[in-house]
């Protein structure tokens, strides 16, 4: 395939379809630079789709179909869709099987929507999944707060863990609308869900009606143009917390940034919240694994006095 050495991404694919894999997971994690040459490339496993996306213009994708066909040798694969994220606006195809809108996966018996290559995400973020259990081993009576909810994975995941109530924050309806279908897959009260589609920095008098929360999640995206940018808006963020929990509450506060890690977040919250003390950081799917951690995913533990 052009230059590139695909090698590496061929074996990773033997090896997940070597076995059945009825559980959505990262297949290749190029982006982690532990393979070079191939930092362009990842590839994620909606089962029964493959969603294969590339950061620079996609190399002889005839080749790359055979060498997936010929790793699925069970027959998993129902649909292969190439993502283009090498430029702004960039698309999807099918590249094999039928068009899939919209299919439901499960993770650790919860189940969840996913549109893969309908956007530029599918709607759940796979290297979430070990903070997915742990607010199920750490949500039992609180009242759960869900900023940036986006399709609201984290409060299925909390109410699945015994939460009282949850409130999910995203200034954007229809992803609040996605988390609502993902509510009632999982057969759970919508009378114990709050769903807020406005935005976060008009609507703290309103979030703080709401009461004190015990458990508080803060997972924003890196940059969206019009809504967040980290460095710009997240020390706001924090200096409001303190007055949103109840003693002892957890909040759980991310950053994916090449440029920023925890260092940052340690930081802010010492300057801008210091009886909101850190306890460590939770981990990422061992999948997402980067040569470079402080560039990638990091999720912080903090807890108030």
Not at 177 to 195: E, I, K, M
Not at 250 to 275: C, E, M, W
Request: net charge neutral; with cysteine; hydrophobic share 40%.
């Amino acid at each position: 395939m052009g230059d590139t050495d695909y090698s590496e991404f061929f074996a990773s694919l033997n090896r997940f379809f070597a076995t059945p894999a009825p559980a959505p997971r990262r297949v290749f994690h190029g982006r982690g630079r532990h393979f070079p040459g191939l930092e362009h490339l990842v590839a994620d496993w909606y089962p029964p789709v493959l969603l294969v996306t590339f950061y620079r213009e996609p190399e002889r994708t005839a080749a790359l179909l055979a060498a997936i066909r010929a790793a699925d040798i069970s027959g998993q694969v129902g649909s292969v869709i190439l993502q283009r994220r090498q430029r702004q606006g960039a698309g999807s195809e099918v590249l094999w099987g039928d068009p899939v809108e919209s299919c439901v996966v499960v993770e650790n018996g919860l189940r969840f929507e996913v549109r893969p290559g309908l956007n530029r995400n599918a709607g759940l973020f796979l290297d979430m999944g070990p903070l997915r259990e742990w607010l199920r081993s750490h949500s039992q009576e609180r009242n759960v707060l869900n900023l940036f909810a986006y399709t609201c994975s984290l409060s299925v995941a909390a109410l699945a863990g015994g939460a009282s109530h949850v409130t999910s924050v995203d200034m954007n309806k229809p992803s609040i609308q996605w988390g609502l279908r993902n509510h009632l897959l999982n057969d759970q009260d919508l009378s114990r869900v709050t769903p807020l589609a406005h935005n976060l920095f008009t609507s703290w008098g309103r979030i703080q009606q709401l009461g004190r929360y015990d458990l508080v999640i803060v997972d924003p995206p890196t940059r969206q143009r019009g809504s967040f940018e980290v460095e710009k808006n997240y020390p706001a963020v924090i200096r409001r917390l303190p007055k949103l929990v109840n003693a002892g509450a957890d909040l759980i506060v991310t950053i994916n940034s090449p440029f920023l890690g925890a260092d940052y977040l340690i930081d802010q919250f010492s300057k801008q919240a210091p009886r909101l003390q850190f306890v460590g950081q939770l981990p990422i799917a061992p999948e997402f694994e980067d040569r470079y951690p402080e560039r990638g995913l990091n999720i912080c533990h903090f807890r108030s006095g």
